[in-house]
């Protein structure tokens, strides 16, 4: 076999890997769904509320067991107890969801906006991924800048718990939709050039993303289209 015929069949298992692996992250993403709804139609249902009289407690002990959550999902990603923890950590997911999903139901039109938001939510992650996809370009140059834009946006949460100031609400949120969705591009893009190799791990990330991008553009919609009974 001559040198050229070895890096072509290199180059062709490495493309059908990548597309192994984002078929799989795109199969365990819409199954990680399911858990998420049925948390949060839990949580309405029973009123769940996570140690809603402590903002500050309830932050912190969130970021804990998320973190808990995801720690333990990476030491076994490459195991079926990773797709279990996984889809654990979506129904915790859901559960904590439901809070602002009970704010939107209190509004006149809130269902309305909690399927407006779902809509948009879906089309920024199709755009996103799409090009992500479809591109040749390489955009891991980003991840220092979006990972360092993730860690203000905690620092600025984390500072609003104390000042309690809607404008800074909506500034976060705003960011939030923007960082997010830039997100998605970076890690659907890093699947595509072979830089995340496991779909556990890949899944994970593109979750938290669209979770992440759906919360905040219904803050937004409630701040500025929410309407009182």
Do not use: C, H
Not at 80 to 105: K, N, Y
Not at 166 to 192: E, H, K, Q
């Amino acid at each position: 076999m001559q040198p050229f015929d070895i890096v072509t069949q290199t180059s062709a298992e490495s493309v059908v890997r990548q597309n192994r692996v984002l078929r799989n992250t795109y199969a365990l993403l819409a199954l990680s769904m399911v858990p998420t709804v049925l948390g949060a139609l839990i949580g309405i249902q029973l009123n769940f509320s996570f140690l809603a009289g402590s903002p500050l407690l309830s932050f912190l002990l969130f970021l804990g067991i998320a973190w808990g959550f995801m720690y333990g999902i990476e030491r076994t990603k490459n195991s079926g107890l990773g797709v279990v923890l996984l889809l654990a950590f979506t129904f915790f997911m859901g559960l904590m969801l439901s809070r602002i999903l009970q704010v939107a139901l209190g509004f006149s039109n809130g269902g309305q906006l909690i399927a407006l938001a779902a809509g948009g939510t879906g089309a920024i992650f199709f755009v996103m991924a799409g090009l992500a996809a479809t591109t040749k370009r390489d955009f891991s140059s980003l991840g220092k800048f979006l990972f360092a834009g993730v860690i203000l946006l905690l620092l600025a949460m984390l500072a609003n718990l104390f000042f309690q100031l809607p404008a800074l609400a909506l500034t976060i949120s705003l960011l939030a939709v923007g960082i997010f969705s830039a997100l998605i591009l970076y890690d659907i893009n890093r699947i595509v050039q072979g830089g995340e190799d496991n779909y556990i791990s890949a899944t994970l990330a593109v979750y938290l993303d669209i979770y992440n991008v759906f919360v905040n553009l219904l803050n937004l919609l409630l701040a500025f289209t929410g309407q009182r009974d």
